[in-house]
């Protein structure tokens, strides 16, 4: 099946500094990947599309300026949490969707990266 | 954003059992997707459904796309411990075919 990874599975850092994580397509070319974020017993909720080759579309409420996304290509996105705070400690869980010419549209997760602000 | 109706919210049951949960939506979907997540990790992916009225098994799983396209249910024969975690259900609806809805999730418990 098609694999999605993320890195770092889990990351502690201090207030004020950035942190950036990756998300890789191991065996599939994703043109579209997704950043989420979960909090403890809730569902996912989609933070932004990121798109190869082409700016980031967040989602109302989410600062562009503070989670950067960059796409740079077909297999592999980046999320970096800039000066970050406490309040932004949290499970981020990327996902990809594999181009199939518009048919069967599906979507796989990585395992999720563990952020702790202290 | 729009929500999945994803019941019931959680579920407590005996090694052996049978499981059955369900997703509804006001809105036609185009494809449903069931995910399991395991506490730390990342869903993965158990089912896809892509046409009104499939029914499609995966072991123990069997899932199905409703006839009206506005649910889909999730079924597990003979659960075991390892079944234990939370199962969403997803979908992309026909007015947002490049975004992925998610239902809130059943958490389900194996009692041995």
């Known amino acids: 099946g098609a694999v999605v990874s993320q890195h770092p599975s889990w990351v502690i850092c201090k207030s004020g500094t950035s942190v950036k994580i990756e998300c890789r397509s191991l065996d599939f070319q994703a043109t579209t990947m997704f950043w989420y974020r979960q909090f403890p017993k809730q569902s996912l909720m989609l933070m932004a599309t990121s798109n190869e080759g082409s700016k980031a579309t967040y989602e109302q409420g989410v600062e562009k300026d503070k989670f950067l996304i960059n796409h740079a290509s077909l297999t592999l996105s980046t999320l970096t949490v800039t000066s970050a705070h406490p309040e932004d400690s949290s499970f981020y869980i990327c996902?990809?969707?594999?181009?199939?010419?518009?048919?069967?549209?599906?979507?796989?997760f990585g395992p999720g990266t563990r952020l702790t602000v202290l | 954003g729009q929500q999945l109706n994803q019941s019931p919210q959680s579920m407590f049951i005996q090694e052996g059992e049978d499981v059955s949960m369900n997703c509804t939506s006001s809105?036609?979907?185009?494809?449903w997707l069931w995910y399991k997540q395991d506490p730390g990790e990342g869903p993965v992916l158990l089912i896809a459904?892509?046409?009104?009225?499939e029914l499609t098994s995966n072991g123990r799983l069997t899932a199905q796309f409703g006839i009206t396209r506005k649910d889909s249910f999730l079924n597990i024969s003979a659960s075991i411990p390892s079944d234990v975690g939370i199962y969403f259900c997803a979908g992309f609806s026909s007015g947002s075919a490049r975004q992925l809805t998610f239902g809130s999730g059943t958490q389900l418990t194996v009692l041995p």
């Open positions: 459904l892509y046409k009104a009225g």
């Open positions: 809105s036609i979907f185009n494809t």
């Open positions: 996902s990809a969707r594999p181009w199939t010419g518009g048919s069967q549209n599906t979507q796989y």
